[in-house]
């Protein structure tokens, strides 16, 4: 019999040993959970407008760690090399969610505020990142999410109680860019939405050329997320080659900051990134 998954748009209904689309998660026995608990392929010390954060606590530092697997197929990732593999094809370690808040304490003094859960999609790993999140609470460390948005609202608003700010992407205002890279624009502006009324969101887009790169769709973009909040932070992001886009040329500078002024029309708080 097949279980279905309940932590994103996918919901995956994967028989006993199956892995997920996301290559992260497996039905064990009748429940689907996460394989890649504790499995952390990265993490470094970052300053937090690296996440990209640059309203919340800026000029801090952060634990930023990640795993391997995402629910999402981007012909553009940067990070494909752990957020397209699985188990088998990249190098991990096991860390506790024990070790891992115990590590974040032990680096305060080097003006370490928390735990940032990135590189990959965190919340195909939801159950370690919840465990890791709420033990990082009882010592008073920051929860941060730099996440896709495809998480659906149930787990979601579980999760969020724990949870002190996120960066979301909001890859594109087209349905059919979303389907074509295996997300769900309805899921993510959910994602936004819910988030915003819990804790601090920041939005970033990668501006790729020939996708989604014109003043109408930013025009539409900036309008909707300055509906939820006007203050909302969008760091508009130049792309540069890579995975299966390395044939593209990089976004024109220019285009950045064109669009970055198209979106100051309707937000206050707008900046441009990879210049």
């Known amino acids: 019999m097949k279980v279905k998954c309940s932590i994103c748009h996918h919901q995956c209904k994967l028989s006993d040993g199956q892995l997920g689309l996301c290559r992260a998660r497996r039905n064990f026995g009748g429940e689907i959970r996460a394989e890649n608990y504790g499995r952390v ?5 970052d300053p937090i407008e690296k996440k990209p954060l640059y309203l919340y606590r800026p000029g801090t530092s952060i634990l930023s760690v ?9 012909a553009f990732c940067q990070n494909c090399s752990i957020s397209m593999t699985s188990s088998e094809e990249t190098r991990w370690v096991d860390i506790t969610p024990e070790e891992l ?9 080097f ?16 159950e370690f990142v919840m465990d890791c999140a709420k033990l990082a609470c009882r010592f008073g460390l920051a ?6 948005g495809c998480i659906l609202h149930e ?11 996120m960066n979301i992407d ?15 624009l309805d899921t993510v502006l959910n994602t936004i939405a819910t988030a ?8 970033t887009t990668l501006v790729i050329p020939g996708e989604n790169d014109t003043e109408e769709e930013m025009l539409e973009l900036s309008a909707w997320v300055a509906s939820i909040d006007k203050n909302i932070a969008l760091h508009i992001s130049r792309f540069f080659p890579a995975w299966k886009m390395s044939d593209k040329p990089p976004t024109p500078v220019e285009r950045i900051y064109s669009l970055a002024e198209t979106a100051r029309k309707h937000l206050r708080n707008v900046y441009v990134g990879n210049v």
């Open 41 to 45: 392929t990265s993490i470094a010390l």
């Open 66 to 74: 990640g795993s391997y697997g995402c629910n999402m197929r981007c």
């Open 101 to 109: 808040v115990k590590r974040a304490k032990s680096l305060e003094s």
């Open 111 to 126: 003006g370490n505020i928390g735990i940032a859960y990135t590189y990959n999609e965190p919340f195909v790993g939801y």
């Open 143 to 148: 929860n941060v999410v730099v996440t896709n």
């Open 155 to 165: 787990p979601l608003v579980e999760m969020l109680p724990f949870i002190d700010a």
């Open 170 to 184: 909001l890859k594109s205002f087209s349905e059919d860019f979303y389907k074509r890279m295996g997300g769900d």
């Open 196 to 203: 915003s009324q819990h804790c601090h969101v920041e939005v």
